[in-house]
């Protein structure tokens, strides 16, 4: 177990719509990455939050938006959903900004019709 | 060209190969290099992780990356049915502008066959 939890498990939504996905890992992982990986592919990067502050930001737009709270839980809102943004969404959780490397969740699958 | 390239496979062995999976990179400044396995609607799940070049092995398995060449492997000995999955390589520059942003490879399927 990696001590990362995900919800929901899975979503269906239709175009347009707006979407929250949640993460929470165990004590001490301060910094959560989130993950977009379609069907097939390996993760995509979308960004990182470290001690409730964005740190970096992959190839997303901004509809691609986060929080993370002060018990280093952290939130995925994608606003106006497109079909395009089906895929399973993964957090990974790691301890400081360090090399350390990052303990992933189980996902958020979503699907959008 | 991706960053990273990783053959998607499949790739189907017989129970008790060894097993060869490979990636190259065109990012020079990737220090950091990991192997994932991801079981089917699962999170991948760390398996091995190296900084720079060399070897690193753990049980029946052995990574090795060649910084020189861009390519980087990992070694299943004695391959098990349990070890069927898709194995995802992942690297990083390390705290490169702050946050250490990793690129995965698309993933290979391994299936191994009893």
């Known amino acids: 177990e990696t001590g990362v939890t995900q919800s929901p498990t899975h979503l269906i939504k239709t175009r347009g719509q707006q979407v929250t996905l949640r993460c929470s890992s165990q004590?001490?992982?301060?910094?959560v990455s989130w993950y977009q990986q379609a069907l097939g592919q390996g993760p995509q990067f979308i960004f990182q939050y470290y001690r409730e502050e964005e740190n970096g930001r992959g190839n997303f737009p901004p509809r691609f938006s986060g929080l993370q709270f002060p018990n280093y839980s952290s939130e995925l809102n994608v606003n106006a959903l497109e079909l395009d943004d089906s895929a399973l969404y993964l957090c990974?959780?790691?301890?400081?900004?360090?090399?350390?490397?990052?303990?992933f969740g189980p996902g958020t699958r979503l699907l959008v019709l | 060209q991706k960053e990273v390239e990783q053959d998607p496979g499949p790739l189907s062995v017989p129970e008790g190969a060894i097993v060869s999976l490979n990636c190259t990179y065109s990012?020079?400044?990737?220090?950091?290099f990991m192997w994932y396995r991801q079981y089917s609607r699962k999170g991948p799940e760390l398996l091995m992780y190296t900084y720079s070049s060399g070897n690193k092995e753990d049980g029946r398995f052995t990574a090795q990356v060649d910084k020189s060449s861009k390519y980087i492997s990992l070694f299943i000995r004695d391959s098990q049915p349990s070890d069927s999955a898709t194995y995802l390589c992942?690297?990083?520059?390390?705290?490169?502008?702050?946050?250490?942003?990793?690129?995965f490879g698309t993933g290979t399927k391994l299936q191994v066959i009893p």
């Open positions: 004590s001490g992982h301060n910094t």
């Open positions: 990974a959780a790691q301890r400081d900004l360090t090399g350390e490397t990052q303990y």
């Open positions: 990012n020079s400044a990737f220090q950091y």
């Open positions: 992942a690297m990083s520059a390390g705290n490169s502008g702050g946050y250490q942003k990793v690129t």
